[in-house]
């Protein structure tokens, strides 16, 4: 148990579905992340927010869409998703400004997109 | 920026030692990382080391730091099969964005 909660942890969709992933932490942390871990692939940041406010986009496309609505919860909603977003989602939380800004992360939401 | 380098694949026996390497390549990183990945789960934290720092122990792990050849290793002592998961070095640059840049992952494979 890391205090990141990752919800759900599979999630089977098709191109037209519309989810969302849901992810909460209980570190009392005022900064949270989504990574996405494709296969043979180095983990890739997606989104970075602080203080509820997004400060790194990074060149995600239009159909993954992130919400934090307050330092304790980030969403990812996902929208005509293509077979190529298949992978594992991470988010991850950590206490910026302080010593080692340590990450912890979720155990990750598995999505594959039929 | 930063690229974050690791050999894909280790193989050793319980009880021996195991040593995952690490090179990168921004001499600004503050803090490096190891992170543990069992399938199926996520990262799991295994230790970290100042830039300040040569050398880092937390019971069966050490962390060595080659600063100058910009080199991390994590050597495992005593390696049991429990082990046997993904490894991923990490670097995080100058500043507090949060931003950690990856390697590929060692897969540490343990015989029994």
């Known amino acids: 148990e890391t205090g990141v909660t990752q919800t759900p942890r599979h999630l089977v969709m098709g191109m037209t579905n519309k989810k969302s992933l849901k992810c909460e932490q209980h570190l009392g942390h005022n900064a949270m992340y989504w990574y996405k871990q494709s296969a043979k692939k180095p983990l890739e940041l997606m989104f970075v927010?602080?203080?509820?406010?997004?400060?790194e986009n990074n060149s995600v496309p239009s159909r993954f869409s992130p919400e934090c609505p307050n330092s304790s919860h980030l969403f990812l909603h996902l929208h005509t998703l293509q077979p190529e977003d298949s992978a594992l989602y991470l988010c991850?939380?950590?206490?910026?400004?302080?010593?080692?800004?340590?990450?912890?992360f979720g155990e990750g939401s598995w999505l594959t997109v039929v | 920026g930063e690229d974050v380098e690791q050999s894909l694949f280790l193989s050793v026996r319980e009880g021996d030692s195991s040593v995952i390497n690490c090179t990168y390549t921004?001499?600004?990183?503050?803090?490096l990382y190891w992170y543990k990945q069992e399938p199926g789960a996520g990262l799991q934290l295994l230790t970290y080391?100042?830039?300040?720092?040569d050398m880092k122990q937390d019971q069966r792990l050490t962390v060595l730091l080659n600063k100058k050849d910009k080199h991390l290793s994590l050597r495992i002592a005593d390696t049991q099969t429990g082990d046997s998961a993904i490894y991923f070095c990490?670097?995080?640059?100058?500043?507090?964005?949060?931003?950690?840049?990856f390697g590929q992952g060692t897969t540490l494979q343990v015989k029994p």
């Open positions: 080391i100042f830039s300040n720092m």
């Open positions: 921004d001499s600004s990183s503050t803090y």
């Open positions: 991850a939380s950590s206490q910026a400004g302080t010593h080692g800004n340590t990450i912890y």
């Open positions: 927010y602080n203080f509820k406010e997004q400060t």
């Open positions: 990490a670097g995080i640059l100058s500043g507090n964005t949060g931003k950690l840049i």
